[in-house]
């Protein structure tokens, strides 16, 4: 009987102390051991930019917590999420200039604003490489012209990659120059216009180009959605999408990491609003 009853109390002082030892680890102690454990039983571990993490693991670094913007509709403008920087929020040009710097003349009015023409086209200050971008356009409701005549303006990523903005509901033009084409250079996927004066949205996901002096080493790339539909799916872009005359392509520049965004005045009043911006590193 005395047997029996020292035994308990021999293994409940065991299980005691593994208890004590388990809560004295540390968490790096706990990972490493359990990298130790698992490793015996063939388990792989992720080489990471912030570390060599297991599978799971809880002590990997969680990512920043936002709060994600509203969807807009075509009377109201959605918000952008926490983390964006605004570009424009329907009331002010102030964080932008005019093509060679200073004010500009595109107007204001009602949320939005509008190219004029003839005024040139229009930068932001702030400078940007790689980024997600959300913009929102309008081309007229009122049809005058054809083909790139109609509802012409564009975005131009670094000031220099434009991804084409035309009236292109039920208006014939070349394709690799038709609304949401990476101009001159690639046709989207579908035609995802909407009728004239209705508003419409690109979503942008852009990595920027690197130079080695005058050689392009890592090229640009284009996810384009469009009105939410995706039409260019991590598209490289080969080249420049600047025009020379009608049938020459444009070759890469080299140029710095970071230049202004700008929108395009094609002699016609294509409105913009809700415009922002999240960068992110190369
Ligand atoms: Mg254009």
């Known amino acids: 009987m005395m047997r029996t009853v020292l035994l308990n109390i021999a293994v409940c002082w065991s299980i005691f102390l593994t208890g004590c030892a388990t809560l004295e680890k540390t968490p790096q102690a706990i990972k490493d051991s359990t990298m130790q454990e698992n490793t015996t ?21 969680a990512p920043p917590v936002i709060t994600p913007g509203t969807e807009s509709t075509q009377e109201q403008p959605g918000k952008a999420p926490s983390d964006a920087i605004v570009l424009f929020d329907g009331t002010d040009l102030s964080g932008w200039t005019s093509e060679r710097g200073g004010p500009t003349k595109w107007i204001v009015r009602d949320g939005f604003m ?3 023409r003839r005024a040139g ?6 400078f940007f490489g790689s980024c997600q971008l959300h913009i929102e356009f309008a081309t007229p409701s009122r049809i005058t012209g054809k083909s790139q005549g109609r509802g012409n303006s ?10 084409q903005i035309l009236d292109s509901y039920e208006n014939l033009t070349y394709p690799d120059g038709q609304c949401a084409a990476l101009y001159g250079r690639v046709v989207p996927l579908v035609n995802a216009c909407r009728e004239p ?10 990595h920027r180009p690197v130079f080695d002096g005058d ?9 384009v959605f469009h009105n939410g539909v995706l039409v260019h799916d991590n598209v490289e872009l080969q080249g420049g999408t600047g025009w020379i005359d009608e049938h020459t392509i444009s070759n890469y520049s080299p140029h710095k990491d970071k230049l202004p965004l700008m929108l395009q005045d094609h002699d ?8 922002w911006i999240r960068e992110f590193s190369d």
């Open 197 to 206: 004066g209705q508003w419409q949205s690109y979503d942008i996901i852009f």
């Open 121 to 126: 086209s229009i930068k932001t200050k702030q």
């Open 268 to 275: 016609n009043p294509v409105r913009f609003r809700n415009i």
């Open 154 to 163: 564009g975005v131009f990523l670094m000031s220099t990659y434009e991804v």
């Open 114 to 116: 509008e190219a004029v």
């Open 41 to 61: 039983r063939g388990t792989r571990y992720l080489e990471t930019e912030t570390g060599r993490w297991l599978v799971h693991d809880m002590n990997r670094p």
């Open 215 to 223: 050689k392009v080493v890592k090229k640009a790339t284009f996810t």
